[in-house]
């Protein structure tokens, strides 16, 4: 059956009913969402960068889907870029197909980014799931496609498998320090005028959006790129019924505070923030306690997912590791794409452009 691919600038301008043929993105990843990509395209992207959503459907309906960004401008390193619709905000990313083994779809799809119209020396797709089918029939196809691919690590991922857990449960299988630590701290703080907050519900929002850029304003982290990313994202999830907000406050004042998503049985813990000034109180820790409970407890998740970083505090909580690869591909039909081919692939780049050439004479 023919595959027909349709381009579009803006994610609302897609058929209204296309995510429903992709539902089961928002079981692996909330990052696999309309409503991720719509607020990554509005609010985290940089000045100049526009979006392109892909779709290649058939007679019976869609198939496949890929949302991808284009940076503005030239840059003398990577040339024209087209990169995946994500950046540091992104956890996972991942074409969508209806079906897991459909390579026709992912062909149709690759083929729209190679010939649709939008010149590019480069294109990066990050962060994906290296354990993932689609991993390695995306490099088959990109081959295909006449790209000269590269893959890369992009960082490890530390998750919780739940297995049917209480807290009480789980909180056993701690790190002894870690549980003596918990326990110790939790008394000391709560008996000492701190308390523990979640929100979830979009009539509290916006006191918690308060709280939390107060508390990230006075912690170690640096100022926010796109500043108005992390109130709408708090916002959105709100409105999804995704939101788990918590806070720590110290005689009424917030001093930790953590933006935890649930989707589909998957509890994500995207943002951590402490005020340096209470760091000996473990407010954070105490505050990952309390989240832990409420998502084990009332959520009852199957997954923890602590998302990017190989930090080392991750591996006290979660107790397994997957890693997020990154899938590089240089444009042979360019000669700034021939030139970055042959120094991260060879000579064979610098080949195949010059035969691509010789045969378009």
């Keep these: 059956m023919n595959l027909v691919a349709e381009i579009?600038?803006?994610?609302?301008?897609l058929p209204q009913d296309i995510f429903k043929a992709f539902s089961r993105g928002a079981t692996v990843s909330f990052c696999l969402t309309r409503e991720w990509w719509r607020l990554l395209s509005r609010h985290g992207l940089d000045p100049g960068t526009r979006s392109t959503f892909h779709m290649v459907c058939d007679a019976r309906g869609v198939r496949g889907f890929m949302a991808l960004c284009q940076p503005e401008g030239w840059r003398w390193n990577t040339?024209?870029?087209?990169?995946?619709?994500?950046?540091?905000?992104?956890?996972?990313?991942?074409p969508l197909l209806t079906q897991d083994n459909d390579p026709e779809a992912l062909k149709a799809l690759v083929d729209s980014v190679v010939n649709g119209g939008r010149n590019f020396d480069r294109l990066d797709l990050h962060p994906l799931d290296h354990d993932s089918p689609?991993?390695?029939?995306l490099i088959e196809t990109l081959r295909g496609a006449g790209l000269g691919v590269q893959a890369y690590f992009r960082f490890g991922n530390w998750y919780l498998k739940v297995e049917g857990r209480s807290w009480e449960a789980y909180q056993s299988s701690l790190p002894s320090q870690l549980r003596n630590t918990l326990r110790r701290k939790s008394r000391q703080f709560l008996s000492g005028g701190g308390t523990l907050d979640i929100v979830s519900q979009a009539d509290q929002v916006e006191v918690a959006i308060q709280a939390y850029q107060q508390v990230y304003g006075s912690s170690w982290k640096q100022a926010e790129p796109h500043p108005e990313f992390m109130p709408e994202l708090i916002r959105m999830a709100a409105r999804m019924g995704w939101l788990r907000l918590g806070v720590a406050r110290l005689e009424g004042k917030p001093i930790a505070a953590q933006v935890w998503i649930v989707c589909e049985g998957i509890a994500s813990i995207y943002k951590l923030a402490y005020d340096g000034q209470y760091a000996k109180?473990?407010?954070g820790s105490i505050l990952t306690a309390h989240l832990m409970a409420h998502v084990l407890d009332v959520d009852r998740v199957n997954e923890v997912d602590y998302l990017t970083g190989d930090d080392a505090y991750k591996k006290d909580w979660m107790s397994h590791r997957r890693e997020r690869w990154g899938l590089v591909a240089f444009n042979r039909r360019t000669w700034h794409g021939a030139l970055?081919?042959?120094?991260?692939?060879?000579?064979?780049?610098v080949r195949t452009w010059k035969d691509r050439q010789g045969g378009s004479a």
Aim: charged residues 20%; hydrophobic residues 45%.
């Design 8 to 13: 579009f600038e803006d994610i609302d301008q």
């Design 79 to 94: 040339g024209r870029r087209l990169e995946a619709l994500a950046n540091y905000y992104t956890s996972l990313y991942a």
């Design 134 to 137: 689609v991993f390695a029939r």
């Design 281 to 283: 109180l473990s407010a």
């Design 340 to 349: 970055q081919g042959m120094a991260h692939l060879g000579w064979q780049t």
